[in-house]
């Protein structure tokens, strides 16, 4: 009996020191000092701010449906950055279509645990956390008000090849001035767009804000937004 107890307890011992290595491996770092989180949700803004979140379906890369409910939100200060940036486009018969805004810590673990090695450049790396964790990077592009259908772009949203980059030269004239339209228009509100992204953009402030994993029921409720660490 002693024996098999002695072996649960190494067996145990090991099973917590594996499950410590793999959070602590994954897990992002402690942060102080930060920003209060006050998460917005885009669409309250104005009703024309249009969501296709496809992460609430399966039509997104990992092909499973990973949000709840079809929602999105950014921080105060860039969820109004956003508003300027689809007002100017209004002004021209268009609007912003969204596919993400803030994302929960747990699924960019998710996203990083299916991705192979040689695409893992299009997504964040959880030990670090990413932008759209601190509720100030959005994924989205141009749609027009007339339609309702998306403008063309070089490539489609979570396409991880080489016409996903802002700078590909291929694709239509058209495509690419639709892409360069809404850089132009999104860095003028203080948004920095993705190396290998078009519609990938990062607020300004970014650092000031931590890191959160909680729901977007939780995040509307504008109670306090408690961060990770
Ligand atoms: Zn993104």
Redesign the pocket.
């Known amino acids: 009996m002693k024996k098999y107890f002695r072996q649960f307890t190494a067996f145990t011992f090991c099973f917590i020191l594996y499950t410590s290595a793999v959070f602590a491996q994954t897990a992002p770092p402690q942060e102080k000092n930060k920003r209060e989180a006050q998460l917005v949700e885009l669409n309250t803004l104005d009703k024309t701010i249009k969501l296709d979140i496809r992460y609430a379906t399966d039509n997104n890369f990992v092909g499973k449906t990973v949000y709840s409910e079809a929602r999105a939100f950014l921080q105060k200060p860039a969820a109004e950055a956003l508003l300027r940036v689809h007002k100017q486009l209004k002004k021209r018969g268009l609007g912003l279509v969204i596919f ?1 805004g803030y994302r929960p810590w747990s699924v960019t673990k998710i996203f990083w645990e299916v991705t192979p090695e040689d695409k893992r450049k299009y997504v964040a790396n959880p030990a670090k956390g990413s932008k ?1 964790n601190r509720g100030c ?1 959005v ?1 989205l592009s141009i749609y027009d008000l007339k339609t309702g259908e998306p403008v063309p772009m070089p490539s489609g949203f979570d396409e991880f090849t080489e016409r996903a980059s802002p700078v590909y030269k291929g694709g239509t004239e058209q495509e690419r001035a639709n892409r360069d339209l809404l850089r132009k228009l999104m860095e003028k509100e203080g948004f920095i767009v993705n190396v290998n ?1 078009w519609w ?1 953009f990062d607020y300004k402030d970014w650092e000031k804000y931590a890191i959160y994993d909680v729901s977007f029921s939780d995040a509307a409720k504008g109670e306090e937004v408690k961060a990770i660490n």
């Open positions: 993400d759209h990077a994924d992204e990938h």
